[in-house]
């Protein structure tokens, strides 16, 4: 009983470890959150340019949901910051977005101009995150 328990508790330390190790989570604009570039004093094509996204990792945006919201769109829609028919909407103010497969993922904030002024990030998911090390050579 003991050790069954005891075997248990290792199994889910072992588990832990893994998640903790290979998921990456990003607070989008890190301090400043996912707000207006000239408020927060935040680039969002700057803060994505020196991060490696990997298949697992999880955007977290957070924000006022009375002048934000988060939609992902289309490239095209990306580009033209149109945000009349997202992919995706998110509006709880602390939106967790696990990104699932390689590729772009385009968000922008859909209310008023915003995206024209720059709240709007491209999030490039290259490879699936690195597996366990090797045990042996
Ligand atoms: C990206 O740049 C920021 C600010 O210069 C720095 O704090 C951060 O460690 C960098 N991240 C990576 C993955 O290089
Ligand atoms: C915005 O995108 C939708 C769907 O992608 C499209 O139907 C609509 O015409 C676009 N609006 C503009 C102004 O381009
Ligand atoms: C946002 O959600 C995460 C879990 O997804 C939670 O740990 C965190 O405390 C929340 N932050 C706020 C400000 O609500
Ligand atoms: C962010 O920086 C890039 C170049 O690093 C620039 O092209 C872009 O206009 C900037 N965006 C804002 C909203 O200032
Ligand atoms: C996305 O990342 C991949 C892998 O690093 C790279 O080969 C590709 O050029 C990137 N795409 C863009 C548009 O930056
Ligand atoms: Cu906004």
């Known amino acids: 009983m003991a050790?069954?328990?005891?075997?248990t508790l290792a199994f889910l330390m072992?588990?832990?470890a893994f998640q903790v190790s290979f998921a990456t989570v990003y607070k989008v604009g890190d301090?400043?959150?996912?707000?207006?570039?000239s408020i927060g004093q935040v680039n969002y094509t700057k803060w994505a340019s020196n991060k490696t996204f990997h298949v697992g990792d999880v955007l977290v945006f957070?924000?006022?949901?009375?002048?934000h919201n988060v939609e992902r769109v289309t490239q095209k829609n990306y580009g033209s910051c149109?945000?009349?028919?997202?992919?995706?909407?998110?509006?709880?103010?602390?939106?967790?977005i696990t990104l699932?497969?390689?590729g772009h993922k385009y968000f922008i904030c859909g209310v008023d101009d915003h995206c024209q002024m720059g709240m709007k990030i491209d999030i490039n998911v290259t490879t699936?995150?690195?597996?366990?090390?090797?045990?042996?050579?």
Do not use: E, F, H, R
């Not at 301090?31 to 570039?37: I, K, Q, R, V």
């Not at 699936?128 to 050579?137: F, K, L, Q, R």
């Open 14 to 16: 072992i588990i832990t």
């Open 31 to 37: 301090s400043a959150g996912w707000t207006l570039p």
């Open 3 to 7: 050790l069954a328990i005891k075997k």
């Open 82 to 96: 149109n945000a009349t028919s997202p992919i995706a909407s998110y509006s709880t103010g602390n939106d967790s």
């Open 62 to 67: 957070t924000y006022d949901i009375l002048y």
């Open 100 to 102: 699932k497969k390689i």
């Open 128 to 137: 699936i995150s690195p597996a366990a090390p090797p045990t042996a050579v």
